[in-house]
């Protein structure tokens, strides 16, 4: 039975390692028909996703915090399968072996509930560019993790955006229905599909996106800024 282990790595950068060592050890049986990246990529993921819940939800630690991951698993009918009682972490911070293990068995016994669950992201509408495009923060809790713009086209629009935790994914053109004057209800409604159903990716390439629509939002604030300015001045002659 294969197993999948991170090494010793900062925090921060689990989600890549995972994803890279899994699509490393299953390279032969992706030649061989065996199963698909696409596959590899969900599976890489859902385990992310358990870990992001163990190390940052439950351990609080922090992006560098050094942890080391080891899990067994098998690959059945085109899938990998994680066994996850065979999960051991290892963090090096100030918190004992003793707690960061039982939280590991904690989250182990729960593990078809945890991985049921949709992942509750929110979204913080940040503004309106001049083309009309809506552009919102996405978050978990208080945090940002990402962040979409929403281009809207007669009654349904086009999302394109990414987030980073709990595990990197990438929205490359999501579509929503929505009816006139609610749109921002809409993408609230929408946004934990929309992610459930993105595409996995590594995290360069999430924080590429992002910061490309971060620099689209600081254009427009200036640009907003600047017409503020005029509009005062304009006030003040005219008073």
């Known amino acids: 039975m294969p197993t999948l282990s991170t090494g010793l790595i900062i925090a921060g950068a689990y ?40 190390l940052v939800e439950k351990m609080k630690t922090d992006k560098g915090d050094v942890v080391r991951a080891r899990i067994d698993y098998e690959v059945e009918d085109g899938r990998v399968k994680w066994k996850y009682d065979t999960l051991r972490l290892e963090v090096f911070k100030r918190i004992p072996d003793e707690e960061v293990a039982s939280k590991v068995e904690e989250i182990v016994s729960r593990i078809e509930e945890i991985l049921s669950r949709a992942v509750q992201y929110t979204v913080e509408k940040v503004l309106t560019t001049k083309l009309g495009d809506h552009i919102y923060w996405v978050k978990l809790g208080e945090k940002r993790v990402g962040v979409i713009i929403v281009t809207p086209l007669d009654g349904a629009a086009i999302v394109r955006g990414a987030v980073l935790e709990p595990s990197p994914v990438v929205i490359d053109r999501g579509r929503i229905e929505y009816k006139e004057g609610e749109i921002d209800q809409a993408v609230s409604r929408e946004i934990v599909e929309m992610l459930r159903v993105g595409r996995h990716a590594e995290s360069s390439e999430v924080e590429d996106i992002i910061k490309d629509i971060e620099a689209l939002i600081k254009v427009e604030m200036e640009a907003k800024g600047r017409e503020a300015e005029r509009v005062e001045a304009w006030s003040r002659e005219e008073s």
């Open 15 to 54: 989600a890549d390692k995972v994803r890279r060592t899994l699509f490393a050890q299953l390279r032969d049986k992706i030649k061989q028909g065996e199963i698909t990246p696409q596959e590899i990529a969900k599976a890489a993921g859902e385990l992310n996703r358990v870990l992001y819940y163990i």
